[in-house]
């Protein structure tokens, strides 16, 4: 996973952030954490089947249909929300639909649709080829 070189002191700064918000986490299990342009923290954990990394991981193989290789989607999921633009959103005729993100990755057009809880915990991703 590529991260930037003072990562760790960014990840110790803003799980400080979090409780001092005193938004729930469990420290020890953030996989990976940022903050986005609007200032929220948003942050992924280890998780079980029904949240968070291992949620997403489970997903693994549709990541893999559109170029996206397993070790690759922290990456993918963290780069997306921080980096990435909100163009549509999958399930909207649900009460929690979720925001999809185009980013670029590997020098093409990808799309992510991300639940993301008012905490900022990462909850669920999965690839999406296309728009509707």
Same mark, same amino acid.
């Given at each position: 996973?590529?991260?930037?070189?003072d990562y760790e002191?960014?990840?110790?700064?803003?799980?400080?952030?979090?409780?001092?918000?005193?938004?729930?986490?469990?420290?020890?299990?953030?996989?990976?954490?940022?903050?986005?342009?609007?200032?929220?923290?948003?942050?992924?954990?280890?998780?079980?089947?029904?949240?968070?990394?291992?949620?997403?991981?489970?997903?693994?193989?549709?990541?893999?249909?559109?170029g996206i290789n397993?070790?690759?989607?922290?990456? !993918? !999921?963290?780069?997306?929300?921080?980096?990435?633009?909100?163009?549509?959103?999958?399930?909207?005729?649900?009460?929690?639909?979720?925001?999809?993100?185009?980013?670029?990755?590997?020098?093409?057009?990808?799309?992510?649709?991300?639940?993301i809880g008012n905490?900022?915990?990462?909850?669920?991703?999965?690839?999406?080829?296309?728009?509707?």
């Open positions: 996973m590529s991260q930037e070189p002191a960014q990840k110790a700064e803003l799980i400080a952030e979090l409780q001092a918000r005193g938004i729930k986490h469990t420290h020890e299990n953030i996989v990976r954490i940022a903050k986005c342009a609007d200032d929220r923290i948003v942050f992924l954990e280890t998780g079980d089947e029904k949240r968070g990394l291992q949620h997403i991981l489970a997903k693994a193989d549709q990541f893999a249909r559109i397993e070790d690759e989607i922290v990456d !993918v !999921v963290m780069g997306g929300i921080t980096k990435g633009s909100i163009v549509s959103s999958q399930g909207r005729d649900t009460v929690n639909p979720r925001p999809v993100y185009q980013f670029i990755h590997k020098g093409e057009i990808k799309y992510i649709a991300v639940t905490n900022g915990y990462i909850v669920g991703a999965n690839p999406r080829t296309k728009l509707k």
